[in-house]
Every structure is written in structure tokens, then in C-alpha cells.
């Protein structure tokens, strides 16, 4: 069966537009193909630069087992960071307007900022690395355009991952001055500890999740640009952000990252 890609991009973004819940994509077309579900992704995310956005970079989710476990997903996902969703730190906190999401959820997030172009076949761990200009913590706001933020693997892929709105902090490190596998992350939320864990709950190493999606991209014809955030996924389970909830990452060598509802 051939699918529409176009209409179902327009489905999506009428979702995130509209701040509205859709029926999964799977509930029509039951054997969405994961190469379907990315031209999907691909068709919403020229209808969202073709109305004047632009690319900041692009990130991995599911790589760790905390949120393949939450989300009942049990593969790595990839998708965009565009420039509109990338937070301003206001006085060193990030405010995020409730009213621009449906059910927003917070992630920790090791954020890598390339200093060159990237992209597959053949990128190892030692390549992402050498492509690096540092290393910095985030809090990605992830929020699913699906009912009850329940979805399968081709529909997490259409629907952009969940990517919603991403905080970077301040304090990034060059990439070969940590060790990104014993580096800690801990999730406070409104001061309670919800998660911790290091960079090697994500594939082993962040810098593999990095190779990774290079080598995805490129087997897309495409690459990973020189200035571009990535986030290299969540190593904790996401947590709901309402009005007034604060939340903070605090990592071991790259200083803390905090949000707050409003
Ligand atoms: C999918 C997005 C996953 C991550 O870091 O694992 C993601 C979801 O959980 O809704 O961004
Ligand atoms: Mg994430």
C-alpha cells in the first residue's frame, strides 16, 4: 500500500499547532513501515521549515533502557531540533509556557555541539568525538502529539520523536576532557530526586548514540552540520511538567540545567 506522507505530516502538525491529541498513525495503517514513518517525518519537517523555521540540530531517543522500558519501545529513534524550540534561559532558568504543549514530559539530556559536519557511512565513537567542539547538559521537553502519550515505534519516528522544546546549559566541556560513560546525570524534580544514571545507560556511550545517528543520517543523504546541537537521548525516565513545576539536571562536570512550568 502506498502512503500519503503529506497528509499524514499535515496530521501531525495540526496536532502540535492546535496543542491537540491524535489517534496514533498505526490505528489507521496497522503495518506502518519504519522507512514510511521517517518520510513522514521527513515531509513534517519541510512543512515546518517551509513556514520559516530552521534547523539547530538533531537528536536520538530511546537509547537508554530506563526510556525504552517507559515507553514499551525497544529500539533507538531519530529525529529534528529545529531553531523555534530551543529555549532562552531567563536569570539561569528556562521558562516553558505550558499553553505551547499538549501533556509536556522532562528529560535529561548530554548535548553535543559539532565543531565540523558529520555524517555516515562509517562514523565510529573516536569520529564523533573528533567532530565535537564540546560536550554540554540539557533538559529536552519532549511532548507526543499521541492520546495518552502511548504510541509504536513508526509512530514515535512520524511524530518527530516527541521533540517539543530542548534547554541547553552553560557549561559545556571539550569532548575528550570527561569521560562521557562515568559521567552522572541526577533528574531533581520540585527538589526530589526522580532518576540518576551515567553516560553509559545511553547505548554504552553517548558518543556511540552520536556515530549512530551519523550513520543514519547519512544513509538518508544527508549530515550532521558543523554548529548543530544533538542530544544523544534520555539516560532517566521522563517526568510530566505542569504549571509551576521546577525541575533541574544536575551533572557531574557540566554544571546544572534547569526549567520551570509556567
Ligand atoms: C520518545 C522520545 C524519546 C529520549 O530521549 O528518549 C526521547 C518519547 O519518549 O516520547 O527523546
Ligand atoms: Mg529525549
Redesign the pocket.
Known amino acids: 500500500m502506498s502512503i500519503d506522507h503529506a497528509h499524514w505530516a499535515e496530521y501531525l502538525a495540526a496536532g502540535v499547532d492546535e496543542r491537540r491529541e491524535l489517534a496514533a498513525i498505526t490505528k489507521t495503517i496497522e503495518d506502518l513501515s519504519i522507512d514510511d514513518a521517517y518520510a513522514i517525518q521527513a515531509a513534517l519537517l519541510e512543512l515546518q521549515l517551509g513556514r520559516g523555521d530552521t534547523l539547530a540540530g538533531a537528536?536520538?531517543?530511546?537509547?537508554?533502557a530506563a526510556?525504552q522500558e517507559?515507553?514499551g519501545?525497544s529500539e533507538p529513534?531519530y529525529?529534528w531540533v529545529r531553531s523555534s524550540t530551543v529555549l532562552e534561559p531567563d536569570d539561569g532558568v528556562n521558562p516553558v509556557a505550558l499553553s505551547d504543549f499538549i501533556h509536556p514530559?522532562i528529560?535529561p539530556?548530554i548535548v553535543f555541539r559539532l565543531a565540523e559536519d558529520l555524517a555516515g557511512p562509517g562514523v565510529t565513537a573516536g569520529d564523533a568525538l573528533d567532530a565535537t567542539a564540546e560536550v554540554i547538559g540539557g533538559i529536552?521537553v519532549?511532548d507526543?502529539r499521541y492520546e495518552a502519550?502511548s504510541?509504536t515505534l513508526p509512530d514515535?519516528v512520524a511524530d518527530n520523536?516527541?521533540?517539543a522544546a530542548v534547554a541547553i546549559g552553560t557549561d559545556g566541556v571539550g569532548p575528550r576532557e570527561v569521560d562521557l560513560t562515568t559521567l552522572g546525570c541526577v533528574l531533581e524534580v520540585d527538589g526530589e530526586i526522580t532518576g540518576t544514571a551515567t553516560g553509559a545507560a545511553l547505548l554504552g556511550s553517548p558518543a556511540e548514540c552520536l556515530a549512530m545517528l551519523a550513520n543514519h543520517v547519512g544513509k538518508h543523504g544527508q549530515k550532521l552540520e558543523a554548529g548543530w546541537i544533538i542530544?544523544a537521548?534520555?539516560a532517566t525516565d521522563?517526568k510530566p511538567l505542569a504549571v509551576g513545576t521546577t525541575a533541574a539536571a544536575r551533572y557531574s562536570s557540566l554544571g546544572s540545567v534547569r526549567v520551570v512550568g509556567v
Open positions: 537528536k536520538l531517543g530511546l537509547t537508554s526510556k517507559q515507553m519501545v529513534v529525529g514530559r528529560e539530556e529536552e519532549i507526543s502519550f504510541f514515535v520523536t516527541s521533540a542530544m537521548g534520555a521522563a
